[in-house]
């Protein structure tokens, strides 16, 4: 048994701040706290002034209501 991590991503992606363990994102024309911890190495936005495409934890998506298990990311 594997414990891969299934990830989200999220299109065009700006940053407007970081602290130690979080990045404030604008999703989909919302900002939200994003904590570093569920934000994938793979991801293009890490830190502040970063945009692009965000991938986080499926989990973490789900919890704020960012993402619906089988649906399109909002």
């Known amino acids: ?3 891969e991590i299934v990830g989200v991503e999220f299109e065009d992606v700006l940053t407007l701040h970081e602290t130690e363990k979080a ?3 604008n999703i989909a024309g919302e900002d939200h706290w994003v904590p570093k911890s569920q934000i994938l190495a ?3 936005v890490q830190g502040h002034g ?3 495409v965000l991938r986080v934890t499926e989990w ?3 919890k704020i209501g960012l993402y619906i298990k089988g649906d399109t990311p909002k």
């Open 60 to 62: 973490w998506a789900i």
């Open 50 to 52: 970063d945009q692009g």
């Open 1 to 3: 048994m594997t414990d």
């Open 42 to 44: 793979d991801s293009e």
């Open 23 to 25: 990045v404030l994102c």
